[in-house]
């Protein structure tokens, strides 16, 4: 046989293994367990809190979208507690605060945390046009979206019997009412954000204190990629790990960027200082000039028509990764 015949089998052989080796890659990045994550039911979660208006503090919205938060994760089965108490805020208000905390599964001793905050921002303080400062802020993405996925989970969670660990589902309140950028007096402002998650973590038992958590903030916005934040991979780099991980394996890992984001005090600060590690899912967008956190952070038009459900899809099916892979 010639050299000629023998470089072309070669190259065909070598293309036929390249080709194996790179179908097996795909077989070890796609393997995702559990039920699939139904988008458009948490979009209709997202829509239905949105439906009350903004969620602000001491609001008759923010009571009516408590009442029906609770009533859902009821509805499905879980076991749900309310933690109130009244929380001083930045300017000295009285904001009457709840966290709602359902458990799966409460039997179990086993437990991880999934959680987000169901509060929207009291002022559009980083909308564009000034005259929008002081008006709130819908809060279809920054609010509405992590307690959406959380109820599709939790919906999707409701008869299954094989799971032998337990989830509690903790929506935080009161994490939005942190200082505004046009107040005049913003020492320690990092202390004002997060007020209910802060409650939580101090009033935490030691009774079946979940081994790890996962902070939702954010997660429906239009086009939006997820970096790995950086005070989660101070805190919790294990559990950052164990989320891309998920995410890959679940066929997501286009949205969730396996680089360093930036860095935020969010519900997961308090959390981990507990003990808890906890990873932030997060949005990161380096090239918006409006904000890292995307164009209608802290905006009027954080609304229903900015979200975006491939984005809910990746993250919740995420999240059903990560549960039925423990």
Sequence with gaps: MNSKYIFLSFLIVATLFSSCKSNKQVEEVLQPVGPAFIADSAMAYCQAQCDFGPRTMNSKAHDLCEEWIVNKFKGFGLEVETQKADLTGWDGTKLHSTNIIAHFNPEAQRRILICAHWDSRPWADNDPDSTNWHKPVLAANDGASGVGVMLE????????????????????????????????????????????????????????????????????????????????????????????SAARHAGYSSVFVNEVGGQITDDHVPVNKAGIPTVDVIPFYPDCRQSAFGPTWHTVNDDMEHLDINTLKAVGQMLIQVIYSE
Excluded at 158 to 173: H, K, R, S
Excluded at 202 to 209: A, M, R, V, Y
């Design 153 to 244: 989970v939790a919906r999707l969670l409701q008869n299954d019997t094989t799971l032998a660990i337990g989830v509690d589902l903790v929506c935080f309140d009161a994490e939005d009412y942190g200082t505004p950028q046009w107040a005049d007096n913003r020492e320690d402002s990092e202390s004002t954000w997060a007020l209910g998650a802060q409650y939580w973590a101090k009033n935490l038992s030691g009774d079946n204190k979940p081994q790890f958590g996962i902070l939702l903030d954010m997660v429906g916005g239009q086009g939006a990629k997820i970096y790995q934040e950086q005070l989660s991979l101070r805190y919790a780099a294990s559990i950052v790990d164990k989320v891309w």
